[in-house]
């Protein structure tokens, strides 16, 4: 019987115990040997696009919270100037005049090379989001003037406008307040969603205290383990005691 094999040609192969099992386990493990080489290329495309310094985290609508934590800590690695201008604006054409001490606009043909370093930076920002934004997004934004006017777009039309960003804050504060970790959960599943809404909260600039954290999720854990929170109370200080050190020394 003739197998074609995983490079176009044949192979002789008969039963098992004629020799023909050898070869089909030699197919196997090339077709299995090729499909790792490319997940490995799958994965390393996914690295350049999104985990690594080349290239900014790729935005997820469905996931806006988890994408712009992760893209304003990739952003400040980068360069916190470019955060900076994010948040607040371009930096302005501007130097103070060495006789007046006083900061003048000054025209493209004067600037010094340090000066338009910086002003490069500001289209270095727009960059770096264009560089994380999809297609639709971007056909959003391509009108926008500065890399806050990008930013701001995406915030209002992702994360809401003030009274959506209330609501889901108090959404939020209202799970945290009401969190509890059930008999037949384990310790990690509690943590894994106690961390999801802190970090929810903090990325709409809202949150507590550490003490609060460790105090609220020592409390939320079920009766059965309260002789071990009752111990980490009188043997630590809450109020420098990290939210994962509380979880080992459970």
Request: charged share 30%; hydrophobic share 40%; with cysteine.
């Amino acid at each position: 019987m003739m197998s074609p094999l995983l490079d176009g040609s044949t192979k002789q192969h008969t039963d098992p115990a004629d020799g023909g099992f050898v070869g089909r386990t030699i197919q196997l493990f090339q077709t299995a040997f090729e499909f790792q080489s490319l997940n490995r290329s799958i994965d390393s495309d996914k690295y350049l696009e999104g985990q690594s310094m080349q290239r900014p985290p790729l935005f997820e609508s469905d996931h806006f919270i988890y994408w712009k934590n992760r893209f304003e800590t990739y952003v400040k690695a980068k360069d916190l100037d470019l955060w900076h201008i994010i948040l607040n604006g371009d930096f302005p054409p501007v130097a103070r005049n060495k006789e007046t001490q006083i900061l003048e606009v000054v025209a493209f043909e004067e600037q010094s090379d340090d000066l338009k370093k910086k002003l490069a930076k500001n289209n270095e920002a727009k960059m770096v989001l264009y560089n994380a934004l999809p297609k639709k997004e971007y056909e959003r934004i391509f009108m926008c003037k500065m890399a806050k006017d990008i930013w701001k777009s995406l915030l209002i039309t992702h994360q809401g406008n003030s009274q959506v960003k209330d609501n889901k804050i108090d959404l939020l504060v209202q799970q945290y307040e009401q969190f509890t970790i059930l008999e037949e959960e384990s310790i990690d599943s509690g943590f894994a969603r106690f961390n999801t809404i802190i970090t929810s909260l903090k990325a709409l600039d809202e949150g507590f205290s550490s003490k609060n954290y460790v105090r609220k999720f020592l409390r939320a854990l079920h009766p059965k383990w309260r002789a071990k929170v009752t111990a980490i109370e009188e043997s630590k200080d809450l109020s420098s005691l990290a939210l994962d050190t509380s979880l080992l020394a459970i």
